[in-house]
């Protein structure tokens, strides 16, 4: 049951919700979404890379059809360590007692066992209830219909900024933000939340934020970029071994440097950045510290308070998925501290968002528009 409250939530009433401004519908998706939902209860397959945009639209697909699915809706976060085998029971009393036909999401599908994925499928397969079943993953499972999901071509996305931004934009605006957003509707969405936010007044400096994650250039075989100098830049990497001034000049002066850290170097880098903002800073033995890598200890007239912050040094186009949060979440619960972050060289998956924006008070997302600014601030120059 622990595990089934961790891993499962019910979406009827946040996904049954109007869409948020701004939704531009990609029409063909839909189509062909709508098409092998209809077709009976089935297995369907929505294959996209990351931030194209498939939580939104299987938000879309149950608020414009609400007929399709008059049962319950469930939500399940694809993961290795927790597997839909260990939740069937949970999801099956919940398709019991709906009475109508259900639908049961699985998220990040690339990430679960395609045995155990088919086994739980099959497995509430066998019982009186009707549902239908959709997996959102980067890559084909080869376990059901696929329908597939591309970024956005330039009129599409022209329509999404300028809805979102409530503005005419110019080809030559639209063309760098397609180009910074790379065609993604996440990334779109993060731009449009920075302009309206204020924070950026100029659409040169707007589509700059993502320079690093628009362009990586050549990458190791871990999706580290490899920059643009080469050799400099490892030298300059591999010969620090602790934060110094000269590290961070050089990682201000090109952001894309944090992706060619190590994690722990990552770790030291946000150290350093906290503590020149004015705290206590920990660092965590470099080992397995469940889900938390640095302490951040600060006392004002309000009194004494204690932060825990998760550093992720993800590769440009690998967002910290949703299950990531939730565990730092869990953490940040039971050490009773009084807030928790994660702070990331990418940026969050919609859902990861959505989790944090329930919890806003007790949890922050810091993506790497939010580490470019850091790196800005009078403290770090």
Known sequence: MIYAAAMTRTLEEQWRQPMLPGYVRN???????LDAVGDGDRIIELVGAHGTGKTTLLKALVHERPDLFDGTIEYFGGSESFPLMEAVDVIADRFRKSGGRNLLVIDEGERMDRGDLLEGINRLGTGPWRFAT????????????AVHVLPLNF????DLLEAQLGEHLSPDILGKLWAASQGKPRLANILAQ????????DFDALANLFNPLAVPGLVDPYGRPLAQGGHEEKTIISDVRFV??????????????????????????SA??????GYKVTITPQTRDGGKDLYLAKADGFGSFLYIVECKRYAPDNPVDVGVIRALYGVAQHERVTAAMTLTTSYFSKDAADFAAEVQYQLALKDFVDLKLMLETPANR
């Open 244 to 269: 110094s001034d000269e590290l961070l000049k050089a990682v201000k002066s090109d952001p894309n440097l944090v992706h060619a850290l190590t994690p722990r170097e990552f770790e030291e880098l």
């Open 194 to 201: 920075r302009w309206l936010a204020g924070g950026v007044r």
């Open 272 to 277: 350093e950045l906290f503590h020149r903002q």
């Open 27 to 33: 029409e063909p998706v839909m189509q062909n979404l």
């Open 134 to 145: 959709i997996v959102a993953t980067t890559e084909p499972l080869d376990v059901g219909h």
């Open 155 to 158: 009129n599409e996305m022209g």
